[in-house]
């Protein structure tokens, strides 16, 4: 039944397979096709969205895809409330960002195999959220992965990029490494890997104690794809991307997949208190750690990138404390906000003639109104003001993480306020202030064609008002309403929430926790008006004042740095010691010097060599006779 | 036609196009490629009949002929085909000729002695899968040799006489003491049956002593451990590999090496199962240490051609684990990953071979930005990688996630060690592909020219086979799966009888399993 729901993943498969052979003679049409595919993905998802809500749940299997020995996993989708939500994300921002895409791309020397990727990637992510079993998840885990490093590396002749999109891969592969091992428990205790079949029998794995190995594996791979500590290294290199890309896939698509994953098995992770606790403090550090890297970061792409690490973490937080609905909003309303952020930045260095440092930039807003409204808009939803998007759905969070442990809840909340102390600091180099413009720049300043405007439009309306549909119970409860979007994803949830204790929050402590953290976000955005407009405090000499600690923060705590001596550089070399030591001293050492034995033989035997096949006949036979011999009258 | 004759035709047919070669003159090289090139193809179309017909839901040797030969010592011409040669045999004749197809330009003398060789060894190749008759096979195992020395020893690169004594010297130490094995099983069958006979069928029935299992095992294991390779015997590989010429390297990866594979399960596993298990904790440990050691080796390499050849170390040591974990999961994902190996590996050596014949070097550091003036060259180049380091989608996933999956239930320790081999396969391929193909277009290569038609369509079917097995995979698996379920089954009745004798396998007590 509904088999339409395979038009969702396939049309942009078509896209890509098109611009991937004919894109050199499409050129320009190549960006228009992709959207087209996936206009109709979207559409078919807003269908499937009105089936979904009247309560009917797709199943749908196209073919077994491998089946070998007790083994089996199909192709075949299952269409949830959770799978709708991402669907609605992936395919709604994607085509957003593909339309912008055709502004920001053109005159692209191979904007058709740009589009070929960003059409494949849709199919990947599709797969990803849509798949009915883990081995689907683990085929657009990789295959959303391939394309993230292709486009990483797109502007290919640039050495950072390549380098950046290899790191991505491999930083990925890691993570992946364990999420395999965590396949290979499951399906070795319970013999499926469906979730049904799993869900099913969390019992079991409960008894053969592997559950929280199993859950804490799969997380492994989550750190790697939604760039949790320590696996997060790639993500800021990843901004060598084309802008979309960074907009698409490392903010509001891929780099959720973790969180999806972790609600997708909401089932099994909730039965390991280790497991969720690990995650939760994972998220936590996450969290505050990037967010501090951002706080000194120059170049506008990178602060968003670490600001996407840090909300990632926070969404850990949130499936981490069992709130699994939270965790999901605040993936839907980071997906407007930060596509939206990225969108904008992209839109400000086609501006600027590529420019990426903020110290060359300022006193924007008045140039391109458009661009600077609409950051300005996901700047207040990411900052946590209210009502707009972010407010909503990171509170939700830190209200659950309160009752989980108030620690937690105090880590976020200085995460919070460095939050919208770096975003405002962004915005106020970006936009306010004098311009730093280069002068030859300076000149060329323009506001970006509708085809990039309009994209960034839709999402800022999406950031204002898109946390409107999950307004806290506590706060809905004032005028009689509900958390709508709780509600409807509770369905997925309810085996998981069986297991959880029921939290529940005072009214009071629940409106105070709220105040709160509209003061902590408030705080951060005067403390950064202080610095950057009201220049009442001078950011170069607290730096100064602090210089041990900036050098530490500027250079990213030397994590790179420290991976490639500690860890890349040590493995080369010893590769190099099997390779010129075990390989050709010892193994080819022996070889040789057997066949130079063997040769000194030679120089003996040589004289049996009469040339006369006679003689070798009778050799041979005189042979066959002892062994044949020695068999038989032994 | 009868399936079996057309087994029979099919084997024989490039030996045939081969003597009629002999008359064709050695001037007429156009001619004589042709020739070659069509042979191997209708070879390749004649071979589809066989697989389309083969009956998946059977175990037993099918298309078989069985004759007398040299009824003095009671060989046979004993020839059949079942879940384990099938696969094996439609990848020889379907790597024929794209590697036939890709010396076009490049062999340029003694043309008609290469196409002769080519062809013989083709006939050699197919001839191996299909013996069922111990010397039948020794000799076709044999002449395979002859041929490839040739092509390595004669239209090698510089060290190629090195290279190709290597090879040889290696391969026989195996294969001798692989024949002492088959005379001993012969003469055993005689002294329990009293029958003369080399047949596998026959001797497959033997109730072979533990004791004896054991010589036998390694004296055949010996000889198909060199050729896998699997560590510590790998050597002869790299410098057989970089020195054969491109067709050489792609029937090596493709083909030769499976029969290491190959005659593990069909005779060693088949004939000595007892012994099977004993060993069956040494080879995963050389396994295993073959995967990490292969890929690390391989990150480490200058010359693009040796990193390949040493990730075919690391990629054998995987459809090793899968053989011995012994899961019908595990030994399907193995059996699927040799054709899968010879696909990708063979279309790296292709791929290779196209660079090279453009550059004359293989070293990485030679090369550049290649993207930008080979545009087409880098895709299929870089989906054939992919598949290499086993992307979800591609042919190489499907076998070494069946082979982890399969063999972790019996083996969790070895399994994730050798999951850190996928890490490492991709750090190896893509480090290489991103200086090769990426990066600033150096100055030596900004002349250089993307494939033409012919090059193109040598990467085309390698490129469908890809996605073929990575989608569809079930075309494939469901030819072996009745084959490995029985194989399973007997070994495992002969393990019981070992728990009852109170048999331990060798090593067993540093599992740790």
Not at chain 2, 450 to 479: C, H, N
Request: glycine share 8%; net charge neutral; hydrophobic share 55%.
């Amino acid at each position: 039944m509904h088999d339409f729901i395979w038009i969702i993943p396939l049309m942009p498969l078509l896209g890509a397979i098109i611009n991937g052979l004919f894109g050199h003679i499409l050129k320009g049409k190549a960006g228009f096709i992709a959207s087209v595919a996936v206009l109709i993905s979207f559409l078919y998802t807003v269908r499937a969205f009105f089936i979904v809500m009247d309560g009917t749940i797709i199943h749908n299997e196209l073919f077994t895809w491998i089946q070998a020995g007790d083994f089996t996993a199909g192709a075949a989708v299952l269409v949830d409330q959770l799978s709708i939500v991402m669907m609605l994300v992936v395919t709604g921002v994607g085509f957003l960002i593909h339309v912008y895409s055709n502004g920001y791309m053109h005159g692209d020397r191979t904007v058709g195999k740009f589009f070929s990727y960003l059409n494949l990637f849709l199919f990947s992510m599709l797969m990803l959220v849509m798949g009915d079993n883990l081995l689907l998840l683990y085929l657009g885990w990789e295959g959303v992965g391939v394309c993230s490093y292709l486009l990483i590396g797109y502007f290919y002749e640039k050495e950072s990029a390549s380098k950046a999109g290899l790191k991505a891969f491999l930083a990925n592969r890691v993570g992946d490494f364990g999420f395999a091992i965590g396949i290979f428990i499951i399906f070795s205790t319970i013999g499926t890997i469906t979730y049904a079949g799993i869900e099913g029998q969390v019992d079991k794995l409960m008894a053969a104690g592997v559950v929280t190995s199993a859950a804490l594996l799969l997380f492994m791979g989550a750190c790697g794809k939604s760039a949790q500590f320590p696996l997060y290294i790639w993500l800021p290199d990843a901004m060598e991307g084309p802008t979309p890309v960074s907009a698409l896939i490392h903010a509001a698509t891929m780099v959720t997949a973790g969180v999806y994953m972790v609600a997708r098995l909401s089932f099994l992770f909730v039965r390991s208190d280790v497991a969720m606790m690990v995650i939760v403090i994972i998220g936590t550090f996450t969290a505050l750690f990037a967010a501090t890297m951002a706080l000194v970061n120059n170049d506008i792409k990178r602060v968003l990138a670490y600001s996407t690490i840090s909300q990632l973490g926070y969404m850990f937080i949130g499936v981490g404390v069992g709130a699994f609905a939270a965790g999901v909003f605040h993936l839907m309303t980071h997906a407007f906000f930060k596509a939206l952020l990225f969108l904008g930045a992209g839109a400000v260095m086609h501006s600027l003639a590529d420019e990426t440092d903020i110290r060359k930039m300022g006193n924007l807003y008045g140039k391109i109104k458009i661009t600077a409204l609409t950051f300005i808009m996901a700047w207040l939803a990411i900052s946590g003001i209210p009502p707009f998007s972010g407010f909503f759905s990171k509170d939700e969070i830190l209200a659950h993480a309160f009752l989980y442990s108030p620690l937690v809840w105090v880590f976020g909340a200085i995460g919070a306020f460095l939050t919208a102390f770096y975003m405002s600091r962004l915005v106020f180099l970006t936009f306010f202030g004098e311009s730093r413009v280069e002068p030859e720049v300076e000149k060329h300043i323009h506001e970006n064609p509708p085809v990039m405007t309009i994209p960034l439009m839709v999402l800022a309306v999406l950031s204002v008002v898109g946390g409107l549909i999950g307004i806290p119970a506590g706060l809905a409860y004032l005028w009689g309403g509900e958390n709508h979007f709780a509600n409807f994803l509770s369905p997925v949830f309810a085996n998981a929430a069986s297991y959880s204790e029921p939290h529940h929050i005072s009214h009071a402590l629940e409106y105070g926790l709220m105040a709160a953290s509209i003061l902590i976000a408030l705080g951060g955005i005067y403390l950064a008006y202080l610095m950057y407009i009201k220049k009442a405090m001078d950011p170069d000499a607290i730096a100064n004042r602090f210089s041990g600690a900036y050098k530490v923060l500027s250079n990213k705590y030397y994590v790179d740095e420290g991976v490639e001596a500690g860890i890349l550089n040590p493995i080369v070399r010893f590769s190099q010691w099997l390779w010129h030591f075990v390989d050709t001293r010892v193994i080819d050492g022996f070889v040789n010097s057997a066949g130079k034995i063997v040769w000194l033989l030679s120089l003996i035997a040589r004289r049996v060599q009469t040339g006369y096949v006679q003689h070798y006949a009778s050799v041979m036979v005189v042979g066959v006779i002892l062994i044949l011999a020695y068999y038989i009258f032994r | 036609m009868e399936m079996s004759s057309l087994l029979n035709w099919v084997t024989f047919l490039p030996a045939l196009g081969a003597l009629v070669l002999l008359a064709i003159p050695r001037t007429e090289t156009q001619l004589v490629k042709s020739w070659g090139l069509l042979v191997s193809l209708i070879t390749f179309l004649a071979s589809i009949p066989l697989f389309i017909m083969f009956d998946g839901n059977s175990a037993a040797m099918q298309f078989t002929t069985q004759m007398d030969w040299i009824p003095a010592i009671g060989a046979s011409y004993h020839v059949g085909i079942d879940g384990l040669s099938i696969l094996l045999y439609v990848l020889t004749t379907f790597i024929m000729p794209l590697a036939i197809f890709a010396s076009w330009n490049s062999i340029t003398e003694r043309v008609k002695e290469y196409m002769i060789a080519m062809l013989i060894l083709e006939s050699a190749m197919l001839g191996v899968f299909i013996s069922l008759d111990l010397i039948l096979f020794y000799l076709f195992w044999e002449a395979m040799l002859i041929p490839m020395y040739l092509l390595i020893g004669v239209w090698g690169g510089k060290r190629r006489i090195y290279a190709a004594l290597k090879f040889v010297v290696y391969t026989m130490v195996g294969s001798v003491l692989m024949l002492v094995a088959i005379v001993f099983l012969y003469i055993l069958n005689n002294t329990y049956t009293g029958a003369y006979s080399f047949d596998l069928m026959a001797i497959m029935n033997l109730k072979i002593s533990f004791s004896a299992q054991i010589w036998l095992f390694l004296a055949f294991a010996l000889a198909f451990a060199i050729k896998v390779p699997m560590f510590p015997f790998h050597t002869w590989l790299p410098d057989a590999h970089v020195e054969a010429p491109t067709a050489g390297s792609v029937i090596l990866a493709g083909v030769l090496l499976k029969m290491g594979t190959y005659g593990l399960l069909r005779f060693n596993l088949t004939l000595f199962p007892q012994a099977w298990e004993y060993f069956t904790p040494l080879f995963l440990w050389l396994g295993v240490i073959g995967i990490l050691y292969g890929a690390w080796v391989a990150m480490v390499q200058t010359d693009i051609k040796k990193l390949v050849a040493y990730s075919s170390v690391s990629h054998l040591g995987f459809i090793i684990l899968g053989m011995f974990a012994m899961t019908v999961t595990s030994m399907q994902g193995g059996i699927l990953q040799m054709v899968n190996h010879g696909v990708s590996s063979g279309a790296l050596f292709l791929a290779v071979g196209m660079i090279y014949e453009r550059r004359h070097t293989r070293e990485i550091s030679e090369f550049g930005g290649v993207t930008r003036v080979m545009p087409v060259f880098s895709a299929f180049f870089l989906i054939i990688c992919l598949s290499s380091l086993g992307l979800p989608g591609t042919n190489g996933f499907v076998g070494e996630f069946l082979i982890l999956v399969g063999s972790y239930g019996n083996y969790p320790v070895f399994t994730i060690v050798a999951t850190v081999g996928i890490i490492f396969a991709a750090a190896y391929l893509l480090w290489m592909f991103r200086r090769v193909m990426f990066g600033p277009l150096t100055e030596k290569n900004k002349s250089l020219t993307d494939l033409d038609g012919r090059e193109i369509a040598i990467m085309i079917p390698v490129i469908l086979m890809i996605f073929w097995i990575g989608v569809y995979p079930s075309t494939f698996t469901a030819k072996t799966e009745k084959t490995v379920e029985a194989l399973i089954e007997k070994a495992n009745k002969a393990k019981a009888e070992m728990v009852i004798e109170g048999r331990k396998p060798i090593l067993s007590d540093f599992l740790g399993e």
